[in-house]
């Protein structure tokens, strides 16, 4: 089970990370571009999820494109959900409460990748190897 703490603390851990808000939520970012974020859920988002929603608030992070969304949430939907507000959108939530903390360090890494320009990227191999041992984009070469 993972924590606001456990994300605070790998998030800021993350290469030129800072903590900030987004919509007035609590926010990291790499260089001003937010990869992680509080998402509270909104009415419309509850009624949407419908017995599947949860008093919790999630996670979101951003993912490299829609179909790793989607990858995420065929291999473990107790953990990773969306809702129509994010449609087309490269995010995903994340429920702390059954994702365990080096899953979670998985999708902050992940999520900083997407986000970090690529010469940061490259000059941070040991964030791409957080990630089942492969390379950042572009960092072949």
Not at 53 to 64: F, G, H, I, K, M
Not at 99 to 125: G, I, K, N
């Amino acid at each position: 089970m993972a924590t606001w703490a456990d994300v605070r603390r790998i998030a800021l851990a993350l290469p030129e990370t800072s903590a900030g808000t987004s919509f007035g939520n609590e926010a990291w970012k790499v260089r001003d571009k937010t990869f992680a974020w509080r998402r509270p859920l909104r009415r419309g988002d509850l009624a949407a999820l419908g017995a599947a929603a949860s008093d919790e608030t999630p996670l979101a992070v951003r993912v490299a494109d829609v179909g790793v969304r989607a990858a995420l949430i065929v291999d473990d939907p107790a953990v990773y959900f969306t809702i129509p507000h994010f449609e087309g959108y490269a995010a995903v939530l994340v429920r702390l409460d059954p994702v365990d903390v080096d899953e979670l360090a998985e999708v902050l890494a992940e999520a900083w990748l997407a986000r970090a320009p690529a010469s940061l990227a490259r000059r941070h191999p040991d964030v791409a190897g957080s990630r089942s041992g492969t390379a950042p984009p572009d960092a072949a070469g």
